[in-house]
């Protein structure tokens, strides 16, 4: 629970797909990974977590996360035993794509592993692709022999767009929907040389295909 110094009019949830702008209520709502209370051009509370029993935005300003179903509380050993949380609370613009990259960054840390010292075979600096999205998502990366896929989300109600830029000449690109199909309507990806540029309409999801 977070009280905030503020009532806030809409609170921010990250979902499947996108996001959801609610009126506040007392009454837990469904959320992966973050609820925000909105402040128009001010910075606004956050509460962040790697668990999605709930959240709940109250119209007092206070924000809650409901980390586990349970008989009574504190209950550390509902049906399944003890659980652990990854629980978060901080301060942020009231952007999506900044507050989702918290809240990826916070509850889904980057694994590594170690090793020894080694030539390897790339040069220094040399990658597989470089570049990014703006106003967009990368859910996921497929490679399939020289064929790549990036599935790019915009849920913002503005135009996102993804630049990429490969260790390799691009022979084509394209986009197709969630079945692998050429996806209608969108505008066709830019390829020049070794680099993709593409626009992702508002509220899209995408893949882009790529092959080498």
């Not at 990368?138 to 503005?158: C, M, N, Q, W």
């Not at 691009?170 to 969630?178: C, G, N, P, Q, R």
Request: one cysteine or more.
């Amino acid at each position: 629970m977070l009280p905030a110094a503020y009532k806030a009019q809409k609170y921010l949830y990250n979902v499947p797909g996108g996001n959801a702008l609610r009126e506040p209520m007392d009454l837990d709502v469904q959320g992966l990974s973050f609820v925000a209370a909105l402040r128009p051009h001010e910075k606004s509370a956050a509460i962040f977590t790697d668990c999605k029993s709930g959240f709940r935005g109250r119209p007092d300003g206070t924000l809650v996360s409901t980390l586990i179903n349970a008989s009574f509380s504190p209950d550390p050993y509902p049906e399944r035993g003890i659980h652990k949380f990854t629980l978060g609370i901080g301060v942020a613009e009231g952007c999506l794509k900044r507050l989702e990259n918290h809240a990826v960054g916070f509850a889904r840390r980057l694994v590594y592993q170690s090793v020894g010292c080694h030539k390897g075979t790339l040069p220094t600096g040399g990658a597989l692709w470089q570049g990014g999205v703006k106003r967009s998502f990368i859910y996921s990366v497929a490679s399939f022999a020289d064929t790549l896929e990036i599935r790019i989300g915009s849920p913002a109600p503005k135009e996102g767009g993804a630049d990429f830029t490969f260790d390799r000449p691009v022979k084509s690109a394209e986009f197709v929907d969630l079945l692998g199909r050429p996806a209608q309507g969108l505008p066709a990806p830019e390829v020049d040389g070794c680099s993709v540029r593409s626009t992702v309409p508002p509220y899209h999801i995408v893949t882009l295909k790529i092959q080498f």
